[in-house]
């Protein structure tokens, strides 16, 4: 399955890179007094790395999950869910 650990992943890494875009391109902008196109694809790039390192894990139980239904019956760990 993996449905609920996709989910919560999903979660993490989209409210984190949203939320963290806007606040350092603010952050920038009242630094520097403007935004350029360059200045937001840097920012976007460094929120998206943060997000994508703070997501990580829902990404191993995902994986975990996804896995477990194709491993032989004595070895799965029958995960129910991510909590």
């Not at 937001?40 to 929120?47: I, Q, S």
């Not at 994508?52 to 896995?67: F, G, K, Q």
Request: charged share 20%; with cysteine.
């Amino acid at each position: 399955d993996g449905l609920s650990a996709g989910v919560m992943r999903q979660v993490f890494y989209a409210t984190t890179r949203f939320g963290l875009f806007e606040t350092f391109r603010d952050m920038l902008h009242e630094y520097r007094g403007h935004t350029d196109f360059a200045s937001r694809v840097v920012v976007g790039a460094v929120t998206g790395g943060i997000a994508a390192y703070l997501s990580c894990p829902m990404e191993v139980a995902v994986v975990r999950m996804s896995n477990d239904s194709s491993l032989p019956v004595e070895d799965r760990r029958n995960y129910k869910g991510v909590v």
